[in-house]
């Protein structure tokens, strides 16, 4: 019998198909009420007239257009198959659905990053709550996160149904799977114990842009029943998971979110507050090497929308290094000066280098040297890459980055033949993008080093050949220029420093340095210097000898 006409039939869809689907709805074959659904679909029909459809559907019908479509969306969660009418199935499921199907119809949820109607997912859940059975931690995960959007949106006329069902949920896992650090925090906390319970709880409650002095204080407290230098180790082999591939794939509906980029942002709540807690450990080389490394793996854009993924855990990461009282944190805050682009999170880094030069007593010139990358050049200057079984060289010089191409028999090509090219285009992208960053570092390195000129500073020898002389980057330059170290100047020619009488200097490690002026030293010395540059085809990025000067009569 045919139905009704809809008046909210949408244009795109021919009257005669949703009168005939809309009859077979009640009677008929169900696999051709199947296939007339998937054919609306395809006509761009709006989850709203799917619904409409489906609403009235016997459970065997609706059962049979939900297994089409889930069959459909297996191996293929990016993007869902008829996004239209996966909505509406999951919006219109019979109150009489079999457990069974009401427990698949929660797994195939839990894949989700948002779900929307909020509305629909609670009354889901609470139908799985009455057959007696605990929600599935997945489920728990895809109400959490559509929690946090709902009361985010805070649509009048929904109110808040999923926080109201998550305040009578119990025993709850602190953390949702399918991240492969909180993976490791639901593996670990069983056997960390009581106390660690408490301390990831707390965690939890991090809410807020920085910790308040409440909860600073408890987070000290709950530290000590721990172990500050235990909490250290474990937060700290949880924060190297984070930004790995999502162990458990998310699709997208409602909001056609990418969620396998995404962090969870229930999850992110609490890896904000482990952070900060690792902020008030302390410091040890693989604490400050983490944090600085977790700031930059937040700030990774989407490749379909090129959002931030986490600004929330990148200014986490860098709250806590402002906290870490030792200059392991400054130079990793140094180092992140040369990494970042975002500048809402270069300002954070600013302020936190403020604060550690204050407790530490430190200069804003030494900051400036300690975080200056090597950029994965090896000795100084120098950097190789097999890519498809050709050898690109990255040779740094005083005038800047030259990239050289080697084939298999060591010759030099002008560029990667096309074989290499089409099978390598993004590491051979990546080295040209990295060549040019390297580039732009040495032409920083240059200026700080000609403001250094007038600023008289001296460094104890072996700080300064670390910082310096041996530094992958920096030593390029500082190669090329005239040092006075222990009294003596010298320049460094033939993998030594030396004199203007070409000895080799071998300088105690506490020997003072500084870096040489012209204005400092007579014109016969300044003539001589000149000489032994051009002796030794050393020209200097930052003139030193050849520098005009005016000297008081």
Known sequence: MTQPQSPQVHPRIPQGLYDRVKALSVDGEVGEFADGLVEIAGLKGTSWDLRELLKGAPVDRWLAVYRRVSDARVGQ????????????????VPPDVPAEVLHEILDDLGQEFYYYPYAQLAALARAWLATGAALPPTMIG???????????RNWPDTGCVLPELLAELTGLPPVNPGEVWADRVLAELPELGADWQALVDHAATATSDKPSARWENRGRELLDLVGPDRTARVITSWLRLVGQPRSMPLSWSFHRDHGEQRYDPHNEVVLRGLVWLLGFTPATPDSARTLGELVPTALRRSPWSEHLISPVTARAGVYALSRLADVLAVEELAGLTHRLTVKSVLKDVDTAITRQTVALGITRAEVEELGIP???????GHRTSEI??????LTVTGAGVDLTWRDGTGKVIKSP???VRKHHTVAIRDLRAETKRIGKALAAQINRLEREMTAERVWTYDIWSQRYLDHPLVGVVARQLIWTVDGQSCGYADGALRGLDDRPLTPAPDAPVSLWHPLRHTEDEVAAWRSWLDRHGIRQPVEQAHRPVVRPS
Not at 77 to 92: F, K, Q
Not at 388 to 393: L, R
């Open 142 to 152: 895809v109400i959490r996160r559509s929690a946090i959007d709902e009361e985010k």
């Open 417 to 419: 033949p096309p074989a």
């Open 388 to 393: 498809g079984g050709v050898t690109a060289t």
């Open 374 to 380: 090597a950029y994965g050049l090896t000795g100084v």
């Open 77 to 92: 969660l990016r993007p869902v198959p008829n996004p239209p009418l996966w909505d509406a199935i999951r919006e219109s």
